[in-house]
């Protein structure tokens, strides 16, 4: 099975950026969540990132945060999570990654978290309330073979953006913006001259752009500067207009914009 360097690495080399697509598990309802995910994956997205809902997700803009209200309200907790993650990873070898937040791993019991994720087939995890000051102490230092995946903010100076990128594999989240996830028009040349630092920074893993990227427009805007782009907000604001069918659509879409 490709891990997740190796899968950006083979999208790259066909001239494409990776799409990534976040997911908040069990959202719109449990039943249908498996079907959702394998759709989103058929239609081009190269990764799925799974996010765990959580009642005060810090990264995540309003978008997000009712998803994952949803999700609770359904009954969505970590052993569905690692189900719909078995199911899913039974029909699919392409990278799966787990984005959820310190807490409900801390109460699950962090050995048991991760021992549980790679049995049920996750390649990576993002956790963006564990600042790289707290990593150390947060992961066991015993092997486990996840990818952990840290985020750069356009607030990083350049000693934290080479140290995450020494302590970060699979690839770095840079987060393209200041503030939540969310769906923008454009990013500003500011902005982009924040992702050209970042990128000329990572030396040991791929970077892939996050946070504001909703349009075909966004990524090729971003492109230049990235090895592949992370779209969340966008896709679940569509799921709650349009339902499956405009997801895979918008997927499709944004896989097109991917394309050298």
């Given at each position: 099975?490709?891990?997740?360097?190796?899968?950006?690495?083979?999208?790259?080399?066909?001239?494409?950026?990776?799409?990534?697509?976040?997911?908040?598990?069990?959202?719109?309802?449990?039943?249908?969540?498996?079907?959702?995910?394998?759709?989103?994956?058929?239609?081009?997205?190269?990764?799925?990132?799974?996010?765990?809902?959580?009642?005060?997700?810090?990264?995540?803009?309003?978008?997000?945060?009712?998803?994952?209200?949803?999700?609770?309200?359904?009954?969505?907790?970590?052993?569905?999570?690692?189900?719909?993650?078995?199911?899913?990873?039974?029909?699919?070898?392409?990278?799966?990654?787990?984005?959820?937040?310190?807490?409900?791993?801390f109460r699950y019991g962090i050995k048991r978290f991760l021992s549980d994720a790679v049995d049920c087939g996750i390649d990576g995890l993002?956790?963006?309330?564990?600042?790289?000051?707290?990593?150390?102490?947060?992961?066991?230092?015993?092997?486990?073979?996840?990818?952990?995946?840290?985020?750069?903010?356009?607030?990083?100076?350049?000693?934290?953006?080479?140290?995450?990128?020494?302590?970060?594999?699979?690839?770095?989240?840079?987060?393209?913006?200041?503030?939540?996830?969310?769906?923008?028009?454009?990013?500003?040349?500011?902005?982009?001259?924040?992702?050209?630092?970042?990128?000329?920074?990572?030396?040991?893993?791929?970077?892939?752009?996050?946070?504001?990227?909703?349009?075909?427009?966004?990524?090729?805007?971003?492109?230049?500067?990235?090895?592949?782009?992370?779209?969340?907000?966008?896709?679940?604001?569509?799921?709650?207009?349009?339902?499956?069918?405009?997801?895979?659509?918008?997927?499709?879409?944004?896989?097109?914009?991917?394309?050298?």
């Amino acid at each position: 099975m490709l891990k997740i360097f190796q899968k950006i690495e083979e999208v790259n080399s066909r001239n494409e950026k990776v799409l990534s697509v976040f997911l908040t598990a069990g959202y719109p309802d449990k039943e249908n969540f498996v079907e959702l995910a394998m759709g989103v994956l058929d239609a081009g997205a190269d990764m799925l990132e799974i996010g765990i809902p959580f009642s005060d997700p810090l990264a995540d803009g309003a978008v997000i945060q009712k998803s994952s209200h949803v999700a609770i309200e359904n009954g969505v907790n970590l052993d569905s999570v690692f189900e719909f993650s078995r199911l899913i990873r039974e029909k699919t070898d392409k990278p799966l990654i787990l984005m959820g937040y310190a807490n409900p791993v801390f109460r699950y019991g962090i050995k048991r978290f991760l021992s549980d994720a790679v049995d049920c087939g996750i390649d990576g995890l993002i956790i963006p309330d564990i600042p790289l000051e707290e990593y150390d102490s947060f992961y066991p230092s015993d092997e486990i073979s996840l990818d952990r995946i840290l985020l750069t903010t356009p607030q990083s100076g350049e000693e934290r953006i080479k140290e995450i990128d020494s302590k970060s594999s699979g690839f770095v989240y840079c987060v393209s913006v200041s503030g939540t996830t969310g769906v923008r028009n454009s990013f500003t040349d500011t902005e982009i001259k924040s992702l050209q630092n970042t990128r000329s920074l990572i030396k040991k893993n791929k970077m892939l752009v996050g946070f504001g990227i909703s349009t075909v427009e966004n990524i090729r805007q971003v492109s230049p500067f990235c090895d592949g782009v992370i779209v969340g907000s966008a896709v679940i604001k569509k799921l709650d207009e349009s339902g499956n069918l405009g997801v895979f659509d918008l997927v499709k879409t944004l896989k097109s914009g991917c394309h050298g």
